[in-house]
């Protein structure tokens, strides 16, 4: 296969379906192209089906350079009903999957190999109504636009539009609302909550937590570089080159970098260690983390430029090999100076995985007490 889809499927895919499916009115971001009942599996073999109403959506949202597209994901609900009023709805962003489709947290759920669905559940245990997006590209036609923050946050806020709705969900335009996210994930929470001001502002967001944020992308690059997690270097830009065709990445590969990255582009995150050890200098001729156009967009795609004006509840794993430390702490260092309410919590965790253990049912509950309407300090 090519590094590069030439034709974009999604684009065919949206119109096709606004011919037979939507009127062209409908085509906005948030709205529903279709939502089918679907059942979510804790464990392999559907052996525990999680006893929640869930569905398979698909739902219009908005690239990083401004296009419709379309994303899918999964909605779960609890059977039982929620006393307090609106049931809240969480938009949960997942970590880093891969960039195939069969990666997609809605195959996995329903397949029951999704290890995230452990903290989902906590939400459901609490009543809460929980969207899942797969991002652009991760269960759709077209290249996974990995670790392209704007697209990812798009994609989370959107997610929620759709869940409130989906027919028969019993979900309110008025209910309150929380992110969360880990990794990939907690980029993606950190992207939703400085996007939601301008691009969601109807969402009640009562608070955000992410963890084991790679905010800046070029320094995490950089650590990545020649270590046994540079396949997740690598994924990111051929995700970033799928959200900015004018990276053109394949032009700057030499034969075996474009051989590595082709046969990457479907692989789940489990299959990105055959690149550990790796250089940037293996695949290319040129510097390309320092490229003009690189870091341009890797700038874009930094977090921390704009303060949220909700609640977020940083942690971050003191022993993390993937994303450093100092990268999450400049995070909450930059939302302190901007004004932001923030609590930050750095973990004993020794790795990367415990961090997401460790700090998902402290962030589950800080964000239960927000959509309780408990007011939160921050330690800045």
Wanted: charged residues 15%.
């Amino acid at each position: 296969m090519t590094l590069r889809v030439r034709v974009s499927m999604s684009v065919i895919l949206l119109l096709i379906m606004s011919l037979t499916t939507t009127p062209a009115s409908a085509a906005t971001p948030g709205n529903v192209v279709s939502a089918q009942p679907t059942t979510v599996y804790l464990l392999p073999g559907q052996l525990l089906q999680v006893p929640v109403n869930a569905w398979h959506l698909l739902y219009n949202s908005t690239s990083a350079t401004g296009a419709l597209n379309a994303v899918s994901g999964t909605l779960l609900v609890p059977k039982s009903g929620y006393p307090l009023g609106a049931r809240p709805i969480i938009g949960y962003a997942v970590g880093s999957h891969g960039l195939g489709d069969q990666c997609a947290p809605s195959v996995s759920m329903s397949q029951g190999r999704e290890a995230e669905l452990a903290l989902v559940s906590l939400f459901l245990l609490h009543g809460f109504a929980v969207a899942v997006t797969d991002y652009e590209g991760l269960g759709t036609p077209g290249q996974h636009t990995y670790m392209a923050g704007i697209s990812q946050g798009h994609a989370v806020l959107d997610s929620i539009r759709a869940a409130m709705r989906v027919p028969g969900a019993g979900l309110s335009t008025r209910a309150p609302v929380a992110v969360m996210g880990y990794s990939q994930g907690g980029a993606s929470a950190g992207w939703a909550a400085q996007l939601q001001p301008s691009y969601a502002p109807e969402l009640r967001l009562k608070g955000v937590a992410a963890g084991g944020v790679p905010a800046d992308l070029h320094a995490v690059a950089t650590h990545l570089d020649g270590g046994e997690n540079f396949g997740l270097a690598a994924a990111a830009g051929v995700g970033l080159d799928a959200a900015y065709p004018e990276l053109d990445l394949e032009a700057d590969l030499n034969d075996r970098g474009r051989a590595l990255l082709a046969d990457a582009a479907d692989d789940c995150v489990g299959d990105l260690d055959r690149l550990a050890g790796l250089r940037f200098s293996d695949l290319s001729p040129i510097d390309l983390l320092n490229q003009p156009k690189w870091l341009t967009r890797l700038g874009e795609n930094r977090l921390g430029a704009v303060a949220p004006r909700v609640p977020m509840f940083l942690y971050h794993g003191k022993g993390d090999e993937i994303i450093p430390l100092a990268v999450g702490s400049a995070l909450r260092s930059e939302y302190c100076r901007a004004g932001a309410n923030v609590r930050w919590t750095a973990l004993p965790a020794p790795d990367h995985v415990t961090g997401a253990i460790e700090g998902g049912p402290l962030a589950i509950e800080w964000l239960a007490l927000r959509i309780l309407g408990v007011p939160a300090s921050g330690n800045c």
